[in-house]
């Protein structure tokens, strides 16, 4: 019986990511179609919800597919919104945003929250997760009947007027931060699409978004003051926002060798080692991909404290990596195709601006400061440091500093 579930369970996400995978090449076209402030993917909106995709992060209590909510499932989230990256990193990036308010949903909500928003997802309401703020930031007061009132301003609000179930975090007045689940049709809101005017990532909408004294029902008020920030959840979710870029990187190498091809500069000895160089860095970053699920896998086996320290300095790693992987594939690409490569009707300037754009995550150095400090003090051989069994205590004295 259990032989059965685990392939049922097996065949459910391999239908998933084979979903992605058709989406994301389909979506290339329109990512090229709405490469604008004012515009949005919409087909690609509709493919990945009757496709499924807006439910798979949901519990399967509540008619999800457990992606990324169980261990043997990290994987599959991840190869999904590498695929969605590959045809549009805008989308992937909606995507991304919308499976981490699940993920919180799932870790933070009670039971009556999860059906709740459970059933949203299934009607196909859009939700992220808006947290960047400047001094004007948002916060929460309550009122006379226990409910609050959401007031201020967030910016960076990926799928502006597409998102419908926003996770927003808010000040409260004794200066704990809280999140709450906004319902957009019911609240009155001030968009400003004029602070969105970017490099790359245009279509995002990441407009700033202003709210004006809305009303929050305590159904829509998820966990307790501070857990947003709580870790491993909070660091680790950049290996997704990592395979979303991973993604581009992959289409970046298909795009330059198809280029290559048509132009029959293929016996180009300069062209080959070029196209060898950016086969090595996609697999690199495939092999990170692969290994930072597996420890996420682990460590929802084994939630210690030094496995999530360990998870936290991983997914520091990869993402570092994955960034280093994509600046050198840029560079790689932009020397195969030339300028006429990029001219339109290529895809490569507009996926060049897109991810360059997208690889300005937060506090770069210092991640990559704390996967140092981690090994200075760690004390544990490099052969052993990523080890996912549960090794027993050795005795490390002569190979510490």
């Not at 604008?36 to 399967?60: H, P, R």
Request: charge should be positive.
């Amino acid at each position: 019986m259990k032989n059965h579930q685990h392939k049922n369970k097996r065949s459910k996400l391999a239908a998933l990511i084979l979903a992605a995978q058709v989406i994301g090449e389909s979506a290339l076209v329109e990512a090229a179609e709405t490469d604008d402030v004012y515009s949005f993917a919409e087909k690609t909106l509709a493919q990945l919800t009757s496709a499924q995709l807006l439910m798979a992060s949901v519990s399967e209590r509540y008619g999800g597919q457990d992606v990324g909510l169980v261990p043997g499932t990290n994987l599959a989230m991840l190869t999904i919104l590498k695929h969605i990256g590959r045809g549009n990193l805008v989308m992937g990036r909606v995507l991304e945003g919308h499976i981490n308010a699940q993920l919180l949903i799932h870790q933070f909500g009670s039971e009556k929250q999860k059906k709740r928003f459970a059933a949203d997802a299934l009607r196909g309401r859009l939700f992220a997760v808006w947290n960047t703020q400047a001094e004007d930031g948002t916060v929460l007061s309550k009122n006379k009947k226990g409910t609050y009132h959401l007031t201020g301003s967030k910016t960076f609000a990926t799928g502006t007027d597409y998102v419908t179930r926003p996770i927003v975090t808010a000040a409260k007045k004794d200066g704990s931060w809280h999140m709450c689940v906004v319902p957009m049709e019911e609240v009155h809101i001030i968009s400003d699409p004029n602070w969105w005017n970017p490099m790359g990532m245009k279509a995002s909408r990441s407009f700033k978004m202003t709210f004006v004294k809305a009303p929050i029902a305590k159904i829509n008020m998820l966990g307790s003051a501070g857990q947003y920030y709580q870790q491993p959840g909070f660091s680790s979710g950049s290996v997704r926002f990592a395979a979303v870029q991973l993604g581009a990187a992959e289409q970046l190498l298909d795009e330059t060798r198809i280029y290559l091809i048509r132009l029959n500069r293929i016996k180009d000895p300069f062209q080959n080692t070029r196209l060898g160089q950016m086969a090595i860095l996609v697999e690199s970053g495939n092999l990170w991909l692969k290994a930072a699920a597996g420890r996420m896998d682990h460590y929802m086996k084994n939630s210690t404290k030094a496995e999530e320290k360990k998870l936290m300095i991983y997914v520091n790693m990869m993402r570092t990596a994955i960034e280093q992987i994509c600046i050198d594939i840029m560079n790689l690409c932009q020397k195969c195709v030339g300028a006429r490569g990029l001219n339109k009707p290529y895809h490569f300037e507009r996926i060049i601006r897109d991810l360059s754009t997208y690889l300005r995550q937060p506090a770069p150095d210092t991640v990559l400061a704390e996967v140092g400090e981690y090994i200075v003090h760690n004390g544990v051989a490099a052969d052993e440091m990523w080890n996912l069994s549960i090794y027993k205590k050795k005795n490390n004295e002569s190979r510490k500093v």
